[in-house]
């Protein structure tokens, strides 16, 4: 496959060379002018000069299967162009323990991806690096002044934890200091995955340097008494930032058929806001017809979020809504299916079987509820299989159209392109003609943390009550008193359901939804809600995918897919 250089991928869209920091011949980073000037103060729901339409793509509950998102929101990008449209997609940057751990790259897959591929998934580690670092640094200052006692910190109010960019679970929980004073105060502690920190969320929030900086300046490190102490207090904000410079500025890479991908920060959708950065859709929406950006796991999670979190801090709006699923994934949602990663497929899923699609489409019936619930159109793209009947197709039409869905095309992105996203392009632009009416959120800001998040809990996951832990009561009552009640709240629960518990498949109702931790991301913005068993540090499964991953003798990266 050869590729366009990527100052011609660039010129397709207005870009000068001088916009550009060239990373290599398929590489570049937006140049600081550049970012500097899109992300200037708050202008309404679309920054100046804007003339695109804005698209966000997600998807029905996760299944071990993929349902193929990412694929969905690169091949819409390539179909626009079919149909005589310019447009840019803008993803997450893909993350080193996903990579090599059990998922794989989110590159997108097939002739609807990324490339060059080995760049995509390994090449962009420095920006991971630099948010890693941040984090560190402030991990060691804490350390620093409790051992020093050069600044007031009750050692037990502080949630503040290292980060790697791996998945490593016996980093999940650890005791530093040990040694001798010397080595600093002991306490328990533990490590994030990179994805998880706060400092990746707030990279993909900020919309400059002067704002990152600021963002950086407010988070919490501990409390002394009910009074926060914050990384500017500590003086580590301003080396922080330093070590962000680069890192601030979205990546543009290409799609397999040459058009203009932004790549830029990975918080995850099932322990973070799970979107890229507000900046890359900043500074692509001026240039093009149609911006597709993605959100991290199904519409309850990363979608979520994007209107909460992403869009209360970017002030812009979508036009339309993706919600993509699959015919086997949607069967899946019965749970008369076993499905596991590194385990066959049973082959009864890949036979038609209309009344189990029919069952199992609870769940997607609840996402395109839980999408309009924001008042945009909702498309529903079926990824299709070549083992997708054409009655289970027709009943799919029909489900979604039933519940409220403006349109559903199927595609073939993964084996055709573009050319294999005709159709969805053209829905989806019918769909942003409509004119949405977005709510914007679902809560008020003022309203009380408690009251936000049963919001959530009952509107959109299907549970009847929420129950609380008495530490996470406790941390929450201190966030409150100390002025961060009225922040949104970023819930932190497994991405396999809509419920807390990965085994309740469909559209589980009824339950109670059990939240036993709360921590504080004032610099993201945001109350960081944990519910159910989820871990911020996820750990390798039994077959890696990094044990397949090798380098020739040509230096070629091989195994990556």
Not at 290 to 308: C, R, S, V
Not at 438 to 457: C, F, H, V, W
Request: charged residues 20%; aromatic residues 6%.
């Amino acid at each position: 496959m050869s590729f366009r250089d990527i100052r011609e991928v660039a010129g397709s869209i207005g870009f000068e060379e001088r916009d550009l920091d060239v990373r290599g011949r398929y590489r570049a980073k937006i140049s600081r002018e550049v970012v500097a000037a899109a992300g200037g103060p708050q202008t309404g729901v679309r920054p100046a000069g804007a003339r695109g339409a804005y698209v966000l793509v997600s998807a029905i509950t996760p299944t071990p299967l993929g349902e193929g998102k990412t694929v969905t929101a690169i091949g819409l990008s390539m179909g626009f162009w079919r149909r005589g449209h310019s447009a840019a997609v803008a993803i997450r940057e893909s993350t080193l323990g996903p990579t090599l751990g059990v998922k794989g790259g989110g590159a997108g897959g097939g002739a609807s991806r990324i490339v060059p591929l080995e760049e995509c998934l390994l090449g962009l580690g420095e920006d991971s690096h630099a948010v890693a670092n941040a984090n560190n640094l402030l991990a060691a200052f804490i350390d620093e002044a409790l051992m020093r006692r050069t600044i007031s910190i009750d050692p037990w109010t502080v949630q503040w934890r290292r980060a790697v960019d791996l998945s490593d679970r016996a980093l999940r929980h650890i005791v530093t200091g040990l040694g001798g004073h010397a080595n600093g105060v002991p306490r328990e502690t533990g490590f994030d995955i990179t994805a998880a920190s706060e400092v990746t969320a707030l990279l993909a929030l900020s919309r400059g340097a002067g704002d990152l900086r600021a963002r950086l300046g407010r988070i919490v490190a501990g409390f002394d008494g009910n009074r926060p102490v914050t990384a500017e207090q500590l003086r580590c904000a301003g080396a922080m930032a330093a070590l962000l410079r680069e890192g601030l500025q979205p990546n543009l890479m290409q799609t397999a058929e040459g058009t203009p991908a932004f790549i830029h920060t990975g918080p995850f959708g099932n322990i973070s806001h799970g979107n890229s950065s507000i900046l890359a859709d900043l500074i692509a929406l001026p240039r093009v017809d149609y911006l597709i950006t993605e959100a991290g796991f199904g519409a309850d999670m990363g979608a979520e979020k994007f209107f909460h979190i992403k869009c209360a801090a970017s002030g812009m709006t979508p036009d339309a809504a993706v919600l993509v699923a699959t015919v086997p994934g949607i069967k899946s949602h019965t749970g008369r299916y076993h499905l596991a990663e590194g385990r066959a497929v049973p082959l009864e899923l890949w036979q038609e079987n209309v009344p189990d699609l029919e069952a199992g489409a609870v769940n997607l019936t609840r996402q395109i509820q839980n999408l309009r619930a924001f008042g945009v159109p909702v498309v529903v793209a079926i990824n299709r299989y070549e083992t997708d009947s054409a009655a289970e197709l027709r009943a799919v039409r029909a489900l979604a159209t039933e519940t409220g869905a403006v349109a559903v095309a199927e595609h073939h992105a993964f084996a055709r392109g573009g050319d294999g996203c005709v159709e969805l392009a053209e829905a989806v632009e019918e769909a942003c003609r409509l004119g949405a009416r977005p709510t914007g959120r679902l809560y008020r800001p003022e309203d009380a943390p408690e009251a936000k998040i049963r919001t959530l809990a009952t509107r959109l996951y299907g549970a009847a009550e929420v129950s609380w832990t008495a530490e996470a009561r406790r941390d929450l009552e201190r966030y409150v008193e100390a002025g961060y009640g009225g922040l949104p709240v970023c819930v932190a629960k497994t991405h396999l359901s809509l419920s807390h518990d990965p085994s309740l498949k469909g559209a589980p109702s009824g339950y109670t939804f059990p939240i036993r931790g709360v921590r504080l991301a004032a610099g993201a913005g945001y109350l960081d809600v944990l519910a159910g068993d989820i871990v911020t540090m996820p750990g390798l499964p039994s077959h890696p995918h990094a044990a397949q991953i090798d380098l020739d003798a040509e230096g070629h990266v091989t195994g990556l897919v």
